[in-house]
Nanobody, 123 residues
Framework: QVQVVESGGGLVQAGESLRLVCGIS????????MEWYRQAPGKQRELVAR??????????DYADFAKGRFGISMDNLKSTGYLQMDVLRPEDTADYYC??????????????WGQGTQVSVSS
């Protein structure tokens, strides 16, 4: 059974940084992509950033609010992904979730979600 676990959230002040980690365990053969979402209280879940692994390279793109402040990366050998968040703002306060598309021999390629990690940014 593939499991996705996020870590690295916490309480910081505006302007500070956090690095979120998405770890994948279980019988994963290959991680095809990784996405970070966030959900603030009373709001819908929104995509923050995603990274796709194609032809031996990783390709990333970002939501407009994340461009220039956040960086997504993925270590395919370690089945681990990262979301570096700099210059955090109070409006970045939310629960952050990792979704990984993982290939296993038993189930093929499927999406797996983590339970989330909380990020709080004070002004």
């Amino acid at each position: 059974q593939v499991q996705v676990v996020e870590s690295g959230g916490g309480l910081v002040q505006a302007g500070e940084s956090l690095r979120l980690v998405c770890g994948i365990s279980g019988p994963a053969v290959r991680t095809n992509s990784m996405e970070w979402y966030r959900q603030a209280p009373g709001k819908q879940r929104e995509l923050v950033a995603r990274v796709l692994h194609r032809s031996g390279a990783n390709y990333a793109d970002y939501a407009d609010f994340a461009k220039g402040r956040f960086g997504i990366s993925m270590d395919n050998l370690k089945s681990t992904g990262y979301l570096q968040m700099d210059v955090l703002r109070p409006e970045d306060t939310a629960d952050y979730y990792c979704k990984a598309n993982v290939y296993t021999r038993r189930d093929g390629s499927r999406d797996y979600w983590g339970q989330g990690t909380q990020v709080s940014v004070s002004s």
